[in-house]
């Protein structure tokens, strides 16, 4: 995800505006060591256009593109 945000031009601390949280916390997330609730994942897809399965890569099904989380 970390990488998604970088080619686009959009820093983690834009990130960290747009979801009301600490720029650390965004590291953590981008960096897949926070969970990212629906809420935020809803918050992202809306405001930057990041496919779902950038955010949960090993939460979606294989060609399905079903979310089994």
Same mark, same amino acid.
């Given at each position: 995800?970390?990488?998604?945000? *970088? =080619?686009?031009?959009?820093?983690? =601390?834009? $990130? !960290? !505006?747009? +979801?009301? %949280?600490?720029?650390?916390? $965004?590291?953590?997330? $981008?960096?897949? *060591?926070? &969970? +990212?609730? @629906?809420?935020?994942? @809803? ?9 779902? &399965? %950038? ?6 099904? =294989?060609?399905?593109? %079903?979310? %089994?989380?």
């Amino acid at each position: 995800m970390n990488d998604w945000f *970088k =080619e686009r031009g959009i820093g983690q =601390e834009q $990130v !960290a !505006a747009t +979801l009301n %949280v600490s720029v650390s916390t $965004v590291s953590r997330i $981008v960096n897949y *060591k926070r &969970d +990212l609730s @629906m809420r935020r994942a @809803m918050i992202l897809h809306t405001e930057y256009g990041i496919p779902f &399965d %950038v955010m949960y890569p090993s939460q979606l099904s =294989e060609g399905e593109g %079903v979310f %089994v989380r």
